[in-house]
């Protein structure tokens, strides 16, 4: 859909979550259009994560220089590698300091899909005029940052789900958790490039930090009310896949021919669905002890959506 429409780039909107604590939330945050925020302090801002395209990064930034005052972006984190919340990177300004996990600096800095993105996806991704920018800072486990008299904890579960180097910004005084993909608010959750058993694992890790504010990487700001609803539908789907998978490695069929035999049931409604192709190919992958095959599990999902996989970039 083109500019000016409900998911075009012009839909996306900045909203204070509570007082100096924002959310960038893109609708309608189906492939490649992701959630950001920042964390404005009395020294500077932190940002956390970018977007996937130029047009898309300036925006953020602009409407937060203006909510701001013009406020400079000190830090930056990326809760993850991939590329909506990461190639537009090279839009902070050069005295940023970025930070990510390391698995995560290294996945993005060896990331293929940045110069070459398959043909999957309808429009074609445009990156626009980027460049690679990968975190100068690395944590493991945990990093506090104090952004002006605000604490804002860095934290990695301690094992892979969304993907090998997820990490979370938590502000406890606030009440705001940043998840980055751990959570999906109102579409099909992604796994291909982590593990189904760590994103299920990690869902009572999310509970355990008692958010009042919950910030996902897609779809909407949401408040503790919704919390365990929210984690509940996650739990469901991911043991629907595992099941899944597993009956179907048992029955011998390819992860397409798994994915045509089901009935997703409740899941069918939700945005992006053909991504249980891809979430097969990673639990199928993981129980035969082998990688996964990138290009193959894509052109999987295109022929079970039937054509190229909707995108407004």
Known sequence: MGEGTATGPAAAALTEVVEGVHAWVQPDGTWWVNNAGAVVGRDGVLVVDTCATRERTRRFLAALASATGGA?????????????????????????????????REALLHDPVFED????????????????????????RELTVHVGGRRVELRHPGYTAHTPGDVVAWLPEEGVLFTGDLIFHGSTPLVFTGSVQGALRSLAWLRSFGPGHVVPGHGPVFGAADLDAVLAAHERYYRFVLAAARDGAAAGLSPLENARALDLGEFADWDDAERIVLNLHRVRADLAGEPVDPRAALDDAVAWNGGPLATTL
């Open 72 to 104: 400079p972006v000190r830090w930056a984190v990326n809760t993850h590698q991939h590329g909506d919340h990461a190639y537009g990177n090279s839009l902070l300004p050069d005295t940023t300091a970025l930070i990510g996990q390391a698995a995560m």
């Open 117 to 140: 993105c398959p043909p999957a996806w309808e429009p074609h991704p445009d990156w626009g005029a980027v460049t690679r920018r990968v975190p100068s800072i690395t944590l493991d």
